[in-house]
């Protein structure tokens, strides 16, 4: 293997020619096709060890780089998938999706392209677009928020899953367990004993129909008025946002708090209609959880840094993207939902929690 064997250096300013696997074959000494078995990993190659680190040696002191195309034609795989969201690469409320993904995907030696679309509808047919000149393998569809979700028309053949939303072009998809994460927030009051004077912060009765339809407002409220019933409990209060931020939920508290009756305990829809409420009573002097409870829903990041800290119903976001990374590598794809478990975190903002 002498230095004679290596490929020319390129003149200053042209581009490099590509290293060929038969320039790594011819600087191993062996043919093309030895070398090809050794560097795709072939368990049959019967090539001795002292052939299959000549064949590695040599790729790597070129600097050989699979032919990717090449390899699709051969075998009609890329090894990769694309990753098109509205929002949830630029955000860090939903980026646990994209980290479950990127995981999953480097487990299976796959690349992953990631794509944003802002929830334009053109932007999505070019996202589309985008993936099929790479000829990816499959494409996940992510909302940040549970959602249905109109989607364009993808094309026959091609692997699709959506995640964290529901489409009616796309009826595979990896979703949250909302329905049990409902009911398991109200066993958390019901156990820490809690069972009235509960209010209710953040349904909107346009999240479960029409336009504005949401899986995940559906299936939690579901879940929490299932429970309910089961345990013989009723809300004392309802109040209603549309946007689920802690302004809102500052406002509603301080709704709450003017009333003849002060409530035992908050349950919100989420963590930052939480936050607010958090403000809210802390003006008011009320002492969290001995004067008023809180449980709320997603688990976000600051949720465990409020004191006390917040318990909640957390969002698995990562085991998410990583279902559905690993449900494109299946032999077969079947249109069906799957549901992950959402964990209940308790913190101090229970009656009884330990921090």
């Given amino acids: ?70 390899r699709a034609l051969r075998t009609a795989r890329t090894k990769s998938f694309a990753f098109i969201s509205d929002h949830v690469a630029s955000t860090r409320f939903a980026s646990g999706l994209v980290r479950g993904a990127l995981s999953a995907a480097e487990e299976a030696d796959h690349m992953l392209l990631l794509l944003e679309t802002r929830g334009e509808p053109g932007r999505e047919a070019q996202a589309i677009e985008t993936a099929l000149d790479r000829q990816v393998d499959g494409i996940v569809f992510a909302s940040m928020r549970a959602r249905e979700v109109s989607m364009p028309k993808i094309p026959p053949g091609l692997r699709a899953i959506m995640l964290n939303g529901t489409s009616q072009q796309c009826p595979t998809a990896v979703l949250p367990d909302e329905y049990e994460g409902g009911r398991a927030a109200v066993t958390l009051l019901a156990e820490a004993g809690v069972t009235e004077g ?65 409530p035992r305990a908050l349950l919100c829809l989420n963590d930052r209609l939480a936050f607010g409420a958090y403000q809210a009573l802390g003006e008011a002097a009320l002492a969290i959880p001995e004067e008023v409870a809180l449980v709320s829903f997603d688990d976000d ?32 794809m079947e249109e069906v939902e799957t549901l992950v478990p959402m964990q209940p975190i308790i913190r101090g903002s229970l009656p009884g929690a330990q921090e």
Avoid: C
């Fill in 301 to 332: 990041e600051i949720a465990g840094y409020l004191r006390p800290g917040l318990t909640t119903i957390a969002l698995p976001h990562e085991e998410m993207g990583a279902r559905a990374v690993r449900y494109l590598l299946q032999e077969t």
């Fill in 1 to 70: 293997m002498s230095p004679e064997d290596a490929p020319p250096p390129a003149p200053r300013g042209a581009r490099r020619k590509r290293v060929t696997l038969a320039d790594v074959a011819r600087r191993a000494g062996l043919s093309s096709a030895a070398a090809s078995m050794i560097l795709t990993g072939r368990p049959d190659t019967r090539l001795s060890p002292e052939a299959h680190q000549r064949v590695h040696a040599a790729a790597a002191e070129l600097g050989y780089r699979p032919n990717v195309a090449a």
């Fill in 198 to 262: 509960i209010a209710l912060l953040g349904h909107e009765p346009g999240a479960e129909k029409g336009l504005f339809r949401s899986q995940s407002v559906i299936r939690r409220l579901a879940g929490i008025r299932d429970e309910m019933a089961a345990r013989g409990m009723a809300f004392e209060v309802e109040l209603s946002a549309w946007n689920w931020e802690p302004q809102n939920g500052h406002t509603l508290t301080q709704r709450l708090l003017r009333r003849r009756t002060r």
